[in-house]
């Protein structure tokens, strides 16, 4: 198998997400060493380290995760 270099990373598949999903519902978001090697265990997964893991979780998948814009407060609480 060839490890995944930056310039040949591969998108986050749907399959994947779900995965890692179930494996943090298992497990918390606190043992990436323990979910990463699960997570590898299928071979469609190769490639993901658990820095990757907890990375994607807790910028893209996490359910608390916030996406909406910024108000107004926040932006002047920010500079200020």
């Known amino acids: 198998y060839r490890r995944l270099t930056y310039e040949t990373r591969a998108t986050w598949t749907k399959e994947e997400d779900q995965r890692l ?24 997964y190769v490639g993901r380290s658990h820095k990757q893991l907890k990375d994607h979780y807790l910028n893209y998948l996490k359910p608390d995760l916030l996406r909406s814009e910024w108000t107004i407060e926040e932006t002047c609480s920010w500079s200020d």
Do not use: R
């Open 21 to 44: 999903l179930s494996l943090v519902e298992q497990h918390g978001d606190d043992a990436w060493k323990t979910i990463a090697p699960q997570f590898e265990g299928n071979a469609i």
